[in-house]
């Protein structure tokens, strides 16, 4: 993998090639012939698995974007985690208020900002075709890749429910007969270490196999000014993950079997105590981003390891498919909730930075995580003008987590509360989908699929935290049981061999979630089960139509599409609120519109352009719906009773605007060398942080970016580049803590760095 190679294979965007061939048609004409002459470099056919089975991304009627493995690559040369891929496709946004082990996906403003360990996610993960349903699950770092689909809009007829915004693929690179593989170092600010890498080849004339490693490390990049303290600095981290696949090929029969492991000893996302300046959006003056000054210990731990089947038969007409998947995760995640020292009330030098009230520590973790999946699928081979797959799929989940409060103002932070919640997840589906030609130029697609999804719930207070109104006691039960039909219906329309035109309607689903955080329930939660609280299931129905095609000779791609969305019973969360209380709840309804943009281009045969775009117009609509409100910031909304009236709000963390822009020119320099020269940017606009508006708690816009100043020989083999990620030390508040103080998180910083690549 090189970056030569992504002159020739990165998707890629276009907007002035576009442009130039639209409004200066002569130029745009004088270029085409001029690249007929020099037989012009064209972009590969990208294939895709949206719908289970290998297509063309033009033929498939979903809003689809792609990474690349060279662009991934690049993206993640800076040893960042899995939201290095926020903004980089349309409509497309990751955060985290755990650091590196617990992202929060949302795609078209739909998502989830609940921080508990079984919180359901209306974006689903899936990974070398078996779901991650864990929120922990779902940070595996981003190695030997073949490529990322996101796929936006309800996808439960082939993916299952919590699907309803959409689905986020990972297929990781496959063995082959064929030697090969790939080594990458990289070194960096804050003595920041990036290395993978794969070897691979045949075992047998039937076996064939691959292996993946990845191990990243910094040191701490912030001090802690406040001693003693039980830790000197923060923001430092350790991380290794290895993937081993055997593959088996007969005569009729395929196998592909998968091990992969993770473990991460590192920071838990620091928070900062009263960075941000009342009545504003803005730092404090004199914010320093390098320092910090806390009296909580802060550290995150996390092991993961899992395993799969693929089973593939030909049988004739039909091949049959059986994927087995088993994945566990344990983990345990610390911080110092207040973000700062002390608390006023211990008198004046004691407390800091700021007003702090109270002091707040925490941790969370996963003592015992168990998730295993089954699928069979039967899927039509060569019928002509009717293809179809149909098939069943299992799921059982099994997950306990413990949660402690500690007493920070205490000599050795001792345990001051506990709670436990266990939950058991059986869900089974069976599901059918099939496209019919209806002619030549028009093919009808439509899908089905019945879910059952059952619950066992319970949460038990063993300790009660100080000044808290939970007592001990327990258990407390909920009980879930649903069933529902998700379906999809869609049309293409080949309006030329370059052109197709695509609609789509299809209805998404979500199970009931349950939430048993209970050591600081309000005392009217504790009244009402001890403070476990229940989202009912969530319906979406989604509209869209689009475009995809090629231009300019297959120098170019486009994708455009328009979409709009209705949510019923939307779970939401209400986090924080001056009783530091967490309460599942239902919007009646929320609705969303938008659009979303890819191009790719050749500008020339040495610059590749890429380019995306999305806008999201999202609102919850319930005009009882209000939630508590923060201790200490200006609320915009309308506060009665205490409690902000919501109607109207945009949903948590939806930008309305997300615009992500690459550029790469190669400049040969002799015989299979050339120098390059790479840039990304990645653009969204503002976003609220909580369910209420305030002043204090919507985040500014971002725009980070991205240079690699790079030399490739012998062919792309050998590389060595210097690269910048947030190159221009952007500094933005990306998250908040509302109970105690203007608490906020804020992005990474800049990092400067030097990378050697080879293949062999």
Sequence with gaps: MSLNN???????????????????????????????????????????????????????????????????????????DIRFLSARVPSLNIESSYGRAFPRFYIRGLGNTDFDLNASQPVSLVYDEVVQESPLLKGFPVFDLERIEVLRGPQGTLFGRNTPAGVVKFESAKPTQEFGGYGRVAYGTDNMWNVEGAVGGGLSERWSARASVLFQRRDDSVTNTHQPSPVAGAEGYDESAARVQFLYEGDAFEGLFNLHKRHLNGTARLFRANIIKPGTNDFVDGFDRDQVSIDGVNFSELDTWGGSARLRWELGRVNLYSITGYETAKSLNRGDIDGGFGAAFLGPGNSGPGFIPFASESADGLPDHRQVTQEFRVESNEWGRFDWQAGLFYFDEDISIDSFNYDSLTPGNPRAGYAIQ???????????????????????????????????????????????????????????????????????????????????????????????????????????????????????????????????????????????????????????????????????????????????????????????????????????????????????????????????????????????????????????????????????????????????????????GGLRLGYNWNHGDYGVAVFGRNITNQARIVGGIDFNNLTGFINEPRTVGLEFSARF
């Design 6 to 80: 992504s002159a020739r294979r990165l998707p890629a965007a276009h907007p002035l090639a576009l442009a130039l061939a639209l409004l200066l048609p002569g130029v745009a004409q004088a270029q085409q012939a001029a690249a007929a002459e020099s037989e012009a470099t064209t972009l590969d056919a990208i294939e895709v698995t949206a719908q289970r089975r290998v297509e063309n991304i033009r033929d498939v009627p979903v809003s689809i974007s792609t990474l690349s493995s060279e662009k991934l690559d690049v993206l993640a040369s800076g040893g960042n």
């Design 422 to 704: 266990q939950q058991r997840n059986k869900a089974w589906a069976l599901f059918a989908s099939g496209d019919y030609e209806v002619s030549e130029a028009f093919t009808l697609r439509a899908g089905l699929r019945y879910t059952q999804d059952k619950k066992d719930f319970s949460a038990s207070v063993l300790e009660a935290a100080p000044f808290s109104a939970a007592p001990v006691g327990g258990p407390y039960t909920v009980h879930t049981d649903v069933n529902d039909v998700s379906w999809d219906l869609s049309g293409v329309y080949t309006l030329n061999p370059d052109i197709n035109l695509y609609a789509r309607v299809a209805k998404g689903f979500r199970a009931p979630s349950v939430q048993g955080r209970l050591l600081f329930a309000s005392a009217a939660a504790v009244a009402d089960n001890g403070g476990v609280s229940t989202a009912d299931s969530e319906e979406v129905i989604s509209y869209e139509a689009g475009i995809k095609a090629d231009l300019w000779d297959k120098r170019a791609r486009l994708g455009f599409n328009v979409f709009r969305y209705n949510v019923n019973d939307q779970q939401l969360i209400a986090v924080g609120g001056a009783t530091n209380s967490a309460i599942l709840l239902n919007a009646d309804r929320s609705t969303g519109q938008g659009f979303e943009l890819d191009l790719e281009a050749y500008v020339t045969d040495s610059l590749l352009v890429t380019f995306g775009s999305s806008y999201n117009d999202t609102e919850i609509r319930d005009r009882d719906l209000a939630v508590a409100v923060c201790a200490q910031c200006t609320v915009t909304d309308p506060v009665v009773g205490g409690l902000a009236l919501i109607n109207g709000n945009p949903l948590p963390q939806a930008p309305k605007w997300v615009h992500n822009l690459t550029a790469r020119w190669g400049i040969p320099a002799g015989d299979g060398a050339e120098f390059y020269v790479f840039t990304d940017w990645a653009y969204r606009s503002e976003v609220n942080f909580f369910l209420y508006e305030s002043k204090e708690f919507t985040g500014k816009s971002s725009l980070e």
